[in-house]
């Protein structure tokens, strides 16, 4: 198993948290995301790379890109 971090810009309140964190945890080969609202921060646990988390979080009308 290994983890993502991604920044995630454009997020502004609870619901963009959740609204991210379901996307995320719909990209196959994901068991599990932790996001955050501050500092706009999300870890991705599973098997998978950043190309379609971030595909995901931008259909959702968020910006995001892997952190480092």
Not at 19 to 30: H, I
Not at 45 to 50: F, L, P, R
Request: proline content about 4%.
């Amino acid at each position: 198993m290994n983890d993502i971090e991604l920044t995630i810009t454009g997020m502004t309140c609870e619901h963009c948290v959740r609204a991210v964190t379901q996307a995320l945890e719909g990209v196959p080969g994901v068991s599990k995301a932790e996001v955050t609202l501050k500092p706009g921060k999300a870890i991705v646990y599973g098997q998978t790379d950043a190309t379609p988390l971030i595909a995901a979080v931008e259909k959702e009308g968020y910006q995001a890109e892997v952190q480092g």
